[in-house]
């Protein structure tokens, strides 16, 4: 696989769509073939298992049936979405990938992480994002944003104490991938952090040749 694999973390309301949508025009006007998609989703079969996850009518899903599901769409999704693009040297954005798994379903849903690997074996089948960024929200910060939000879905419902949880699992993902994960300060101004993650981006292209 010759392209590009960007994926971009963070809890709810931290500007991840803003920022892929900044990225993706950056990609463009420099003439680089840039997909840009998201987990759960990004095709119609993917799309349809994140309808079921997210649905608050399904609150009695339990944290085993979650994790496969997330890992199901993710599984389609890589195959029909992710691998195409990086094979043909594209640049993919991804809103969200196996991080996430790890930190709500490992971490915060208390499965723990070998166990996600473990079921996301076979669905990332050796796709790794060479760059990821966390824009860090503090959970107070994240909850504050979701109050102009008028409707919240399954996952986006859950306590203030899962999402905390959901914060400390990021906090600690990052500190072990260092070299792959950079942590972003969500709360500066959109413009201010596209200029951050562009640096980072330019520095490892340029490192890579690219
Ligand atoms: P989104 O709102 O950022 O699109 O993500 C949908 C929700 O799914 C969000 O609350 C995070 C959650 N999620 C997981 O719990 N595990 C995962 O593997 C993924 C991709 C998302």
Avoid: W
């Avoid at 003439?31 to 349809?48: A, D, H, L, M, Q």
């Amino acid at each position: 696989m010759s392209g590009f694999f960007i994926s971009i973390e963070g809890t709810d309301g931290s500007g991840k769509t803003t920022q892929i949508e900044m990225l993706e025009h950056y990609f463009k006007d420099r003439g680089f073939y840039v997909v840009c998609t998201r987990e759960p989703g990004g095709n119609r079969i993917s799309e349809k298992i994140r309808e079921i996850i997210i649905d608050k009518e399904n609150v009695g899903m339990t944290a085993v049936t979650e994790a496969l599901l997330y890992a199901a769409a993710r599984a389609q999704h890589v195959y029909s979405d992710i691998k195409p693009v990086l094979n043909d040297g594209g640049i993919v954005i991804s809103d969200r990938f196996l991080d996430s798994s790890l930190v709500y379903q490992g971490y915060a849903r208390g499965l723990g992480v070998k166990t996600i690997k473990d079921i996301n074996k076979y669905a990332v089948a050796d796709v790794e994002p060479d760059l990821t960024f966390f824009l860090r929200l503090t959970p107070a910060d994240s909850l504050a944003r979701k109050k102009n939000q008028k409707e919240l879905d399954r996952m986006e419902s859950e306590g203030e104490k899962f999402h905390r949880l959901v914060y400390d699992g990021y906090m600690r993902l990052c500190k072990i991938n260092k070299e792959r994960i950079k942590v972003i300060d969500a709360s500066k101004s959109a413009d201010k952090i596209h200029s951050e993650i562009v640096a980072c981006i330019e520095k490892l292209l340029k490192e890579k040749g690219i």
